[in-house]
Structure formats: structure tokens, C-alpha cells
């Protein structure tokens, strides 16, 4: 995904549906300056919170405990460059980010969803979808607020 994006260097990343936190961790290594990674399983966030420390990143990645829409409501306003989620599969989360983040008027460049090869989510008005790109069961996808990608 990174290599499809190009560089991160000086990006903010929001990483949803975190888990291991990942994303965010590969996001700082390519140069991002701050990262901020949601989940709402309270001993994921301690790993995620323990390997920070051990990391040193205090200052550039924020843990955040929680469900995902019940977090972005304590982020109105923010910007991102770049927004990543990997949801559950095929529960019907993947087109209600776009939402929550409208909702919250939370900006961000670039959305890449996470989402299984089987559904063909319908995304809201007001956002733009590049084709998405295929790997095995899983599906990226590529939006972009308005315009044409």
C-alpha cells in the first residue's frame, strides 16, 4: 500500500480498526511525523502502548482506546494525510467510514480501506473511488474526497 501511495515522509496517518498497529509503525518507519492508531481491544492497545515505550514514539504515535466512531467523535477537525482502516470484513464498516468522517469533519488526503474481494461496497456521495486493487481475498481501496482520481 505504501509503495502505491509514494513517500509518507511529513505525513499524519489515522490508522482505524488497528490491531497490531502495523500500519502505524510501518507508517513512522517510512518517514511519517505522527501517527495515531484506534482500537477498541484494551489489551491490544497495551501491546500497542508497551511497544511505543520500548520504541521510544511517545511523542509520534497516539493510542487510542475505543470504537472506532465513538473515537472519531474526540477528533473533530483534525487532518490527516493519510486515513487507513481495516475493518471486520464484510459487516458493512467499510462504507461507514466515509461517513463518520464527514460527520466528524475529520479531513484526511487519501482513504484506503481493507476490505474482502467479495463485497463491492457503495461509497457516499461526495467521495471517489480509484478501481480497487485485488490480493487473494482482499480488496484495497483507494478514495479521495470529490473530484476524480
Known amino acids: ?18 490491531g ?11 518517514g511519517a511525523t505522527h501517527a495515531t492508531s484506534i482500537e477498541q481491544h484494551q489489551r491490544a492497545c497495551g501491546h500497542l502502548r508497551q511497544v511505543r ?17 465513538a473515537a472519531l467523535a474526540h477528533l473533530p477537525n483534525e487532518r490527516y494525510d493519510l486515513v487507513f482502516a ?9 462504507e461507514q467510514i466515509p461517513v463518520w468522517l464527514d460527520e466528524f469533519d475529520i479531513d484526511c488526503g487519501h482513504l484506503v480501506i481493507e476490505e474482502s474481494a467479495r463485497v463491492s461496497p457503495d461509497w457516499p ?12 481475498d482482499t480488496c484495497l481501496h483507494f478514495l479521495e474526497r470529490g473530484g476524480v482520481m
Open 1 to 18: 500500500m505504501f509503495n502505491i501511495l509514494s513517500p509518507v515522509d511529513g505525513m499524519r496517518v489515522l490508522d482505524l480498526f488497528s
Open 53 to 69: 515505550e520500548q520504541w521510544c514514539l511517545q511523542e509520534r504515535w497516539k493510542v487510542v482506546t475505543g470504537g472506532v466512531h
Open 125 to 136: 456521495e461526495g467521495w471517489t473511488a480509484a478501481l480497487p486493487r485485488r490480493y487473494g
Open 86 to 94: 481495516d475493518p471486520p470484513y464484510e459487516q458493512g464498516f467499510s
Open 20 to 30: 497490531s498497529g502495523l500500519m502505524a509503525l510501518e507508517a513512522i518507519s517510512r
